[in-house]
């Protein structure tokens, strides 16, 4: 199973938005709604902030939100803000009913 | 609250063993779906392993396919993976996800000699 594509590293000014992309196929992203989004700071577990493609946990800033397209996904930071900038991991369901990472995005304010 | 706490991990020689415990509390464990997650320092997650809520489906990355095994007690909170025939490519903090909703703090494994 290969990870899914994310950009390597994304950047914005502090109240712009920014847009993270997760491409894969139809037998992981584009086949099943159960795409999730983590955050993770340095030294960190990874914190879960979308799950099931465009939901967001209790607790997480309704600055974060998610979408799917076909095969790709997305993440959007809007009104970014300095804690925000940490790595970025999509993950999928997979037809053979194990999960995918995507490559992970570095996220940085300037 | 919500905890998963990781343990086992340590330093062993490539073709050696180990086994990961993740005691957990703060949630119904035995309604959850478990997971195995790894990251190499400084690279990327990546998904390892996961078992159903009562035991009875499990599933493997590639990689670890024939060596890892993963397995719970429910009774006990505590989930486990046995690693068998470690490789140097196996070294990676080891993450316990409750649905993958949950996350531990991770448990470091380094395979070398």
């Known amino acids: 199973q290969s990870a899914l594509t994310q950009p390597a590293s994304v950047s914005g000014s502090p109240g712009q938005s920014i847009t993270i992309s997760c491409t894969g196929t139809?037998?992981?992203?584009?086949?099943?709604?159960?795409v999730s989004w983590y955050q993770q700071h340095p030294g960190k577990a990874p914190k879960l902030m979308i799950y099931e493609v465009s939901n967001r946990p209790s607790g997480v800033s309704n600055r974060f939100s998610g979408s799917k397209s076909g095969n790709t996904a997305s993440l959007t930071i809007s009104g970014l803000q300095a804690e925000d900038e940490a790595d970025y991991y999509c993950?999928?369901?997979?037809?053979?009913?194990?999960?995918?990472f995507g490559t992970g995005t570095k996220v940085t304010v300037l | 609250e919500v905890q998963l706490v990781e343990s086992g991990g340590g330093l062993v020689q490539p073709g050696g063993s180990l086994r990961l415990s993740c005691a957990a509390s703060?949630?119904?464990?035995?309604?959850?779906?478990m997971h195995w997650v790894r990251q190499a320092p400084g690279k990327g997650l990546v998904w390892v392993s996961r078992?159903?809520?009562?035991?009875?489906?499990?599933s493997y990355a590639d990689s670890v396919k024939g060596r890892f095994t993963i397995s719970r007690d429910n009774a006990k909170n505590t989930l486990y993976l046995q690693m068998n025939s470690l490789r140097a490519e196996d070294t990676a903090v080891y993450y316990c996800?409750?649905?993958?909703?949950?996350w531990g703090q991770g448990t470091l494994v380094t395979v070398s000699s």
């Open positions: 993950s999928s369901y997979t037809s053979s009913s194990t999960r995918v």
């Open positions: 139809s037998s992981d992203v584009g086949g099943y709604n159960y």
């Open positions: 996800a409750g649905g993958l909703d949950y």
């Open positions: 703060g949630f119904t464990f035995s309604s959850y779906w």
């Open positions: 078992i159903n809520s009562d035991g009875s489906s499990t």
